[in-house]
């Protein structure tokens, strides 16, 4: 009898391991993407205050590209020594963070 109760102890407590579930996680990421169009102009149509900036800034900076979009903001591709970046202004030659 202490044997029919011991097995069927051991059987039930095997089946409860079994029914066990793992927590499930549904994880969603959205990525949103902002694409800005510039234009490319001519590095004479940058304006002044931009070329002044840039200068008091980065005084061994050469423009390599310059491009403007429809809010009037200047996207400039500029290389210091071996290092090349862009930057961001506005017309009047403040920095824009992007």
């Given at each position: 009898m202490k044997n029919l109760f011991l097995s069927a102890a051991i059987v039930l407590g095997s089946?409860?391991?079994?029914?066990?579930?793992?927590?499930?996680?549904?994880?969603?990421?959205?990525?949103?993407?902002?694409?800005?169009e510039y234009t490319e102009i001519q590095l004479s149509e940058v304006p002044a205050p931009i070329n002044e900036a840039l200068k008091k800034a980065y005084p061994d900076a050469v423009i390599d590209k310059a491009?403007?979009?429809?809010?009037?903001?200047?996207?400039?591709?500029?290389?210091?020594?071996?290092?090349?970046?862009?930057?961001?202004?506005n017309a009047d030659g403040s920095w824009i963070k992007k």
């Open positions: 089946l409860t391991t079994f029914a066990s579930t793992s927590p499930i996680s549904n994880t969603i990421v959205k990525s949103i993407s902002i694409v800005e491009y403007k979009n429809e809010k009037a903001e200047y996207k400039i591709e500029i290389t210091v020594g071996d290092k090349v970046g862009s930057l961001y202004a």
